[in-house]
């Protein structure tokens, strides 16, 4: 390695006397090397050096030497919480959500259409699966998919000084690709042997019907949180299921209430937002990309993703260090990435992935969480939102 930082060195000495006035980019060069030499002899990779931004996973870049205890935030003070919250949390107007979709003269959508993403090999149902191809589809199915939906807002109360209660829909206020399992079936579809889209149930190989529908909601259920947040010892997130209410009022969940399957279980079969419908409501599983606005690319190829619109101003653009929800310890969660800083998680989080910094909005210098960003969730990891709750919940 010494020999080839010299041999650099000689080769730009060489250009450098022709070109006098680029020496910066001889030291630039040189100085490139040198970080090559220490990395080297560290023992470090390159490779790490530049990943461990993101990886959490070894504990070693956050949670160590870094406590807020004491810090807090009042959501009544000076003002009502439940304004507070419809101003700076929640959405205040119901949306039509809908979508048209026909898969016959666009096979990018087919992806989409039947959830196939980059997981999909790993997930046992591929076998019966992989029979929604787009070779299969006959021209029966040359039809428009639509459906369409009214979101209904959350509603806010607070009940004396100690705590608000959210009363949520727990339904998306956007597009999910499950909604298509949720229609009924279209009336000029003919059932005909070889049919793999809404009459497939009828030859045993899966089909619409055994899929999970994102239901009309007829019931909303409460979720409380303090109305004044305190940084105390952390609680463990335990076998809590959900850990806070995205700003849409879908839960934030560690595993899916009725069958306990957590991210790794159903990262083959979530939508293009990471969310994944019960019969119980619509949950998000990992990093809530309507948000933060990430796209993998190779996740739902060719698909128009929408992302969520500030209300107040519609010519904000999201980004990884928004607002996100609220933890039902009362304390908001962002993005995985620091206001003002690009590209980079904070270097001063808590053993919670919490901390105090600038945020862009009326929670800036308070308590914060930060997410983990969802391509850096690894085989064996557990807590996809928080990792504990720094201040007290509400039972
Ligand atoms: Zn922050």
Redesign the pocket.
């Known amino acids: 390695m010494l020999f080839v930082y010299f041999f650099v060195i000689n080769i730009n000495g060489f250009i450098m006397r022709q070109y006098k006035n680029l020496c910066g980019f001889n030291k630039l060069v040189g100085f490139f090397f040198f970080v090559i030499i220490i990395i080297s002899i560290s023992g470090c990779s390159l490779g790490d050096a530049f990943v461990n931004v993101f990886d959490d996973d070894n504990n070693s870049d956050f949670g160590e030497g870094y406590s807020y205890i004491g810090t807090s935030f009042n959501y009544g003070d000076g003002q009502l919480p439940t304004k507070f919250l419809q101003n700076n949390i929640f959405l205040n107007n119901s949306v039509e959500i809908s979508d048209t979709i026909n898969i016959s003269n666009d096979v990018n959508l087919v992806d989409y259409f039947f959830y196939f993403n980059a997981f999909s090999n790993e997930d046992p149902q591929y076998k019966e699966k992989k029979y929604y191809n787009s070779t299969l589809i006959l021209p029966a199915e040359d039809i428009d998919y639509t459906y369409e939906e009214q979101y209904p807002t959350v509603s806010i109360d607070s009940s004396g000084t100690d705590f608000f209660h959210v009363n949520t829909y727990e339904f998306p206020n956007h597009r999910s690709n499950y909604f298509f399992n949720s229609v009924s079936q279209a009336s000029n579809v003919v059932c005909v042997e070889g049919d793999y889209i809404f009459c497939s149930n009828i030859y045993g190989l899966g089909g619409f019907s055994d899929r999970a529908k994102i239901v009309s909601p007829n019931r909303a259920n409460k979720y409380n949180f303090p109305i004044i947040a305190t940084v105390l010892t952390p609680t463990p997130l335990g076998d809590r299921d959900i850990i806070g209410l995205a700003r849409n009022g879908v839960p934030l969940a560690q595993r899916l209430p009725n069958t306990k399957e957590d991210y790794h279980d159903l990262k083959s079969r979530l939508d293009e937002y990471y969310g994944y419908p019960a019969d119980s409501g619509y949950f998000y599983f990992a990093e809530p990309t309507y948000f933060t606005g990430y796209e993998d690319a190779s996740y739902f190829f060719g698909y128009d993703y929408t992302y969520f619109q500030d209300e107040v101003d519609s010519s904000k653009s999201v980004s990884r260090?928004d607002l996100i929800g609220i933890a039902l310890d009362g304390f908001p969660i962002?993005g995985p990435i620091?206001?003002g800083i690009q590209e980079k998680v904070?270097y001063d989080?808590d053993t919670c992935r919490g901390?105090?910094?600038?945020?862009g909005d009326k929670f800036s210098n308070t308590y914060?969480y930060?997410i983990k960003p969802v391509e850096y969730i690894e085989d064996g990891d557990e807590n996809f939102f928080i990792e504990c709750f720094s201040g007290t919940l509400v039972d």
Not at 355 to 359: A, D, N, Q, W
């Open positions: 260090s962002y620091e206001y904070p989080l901390h105090v910094g600038p945020t914060h930060h």
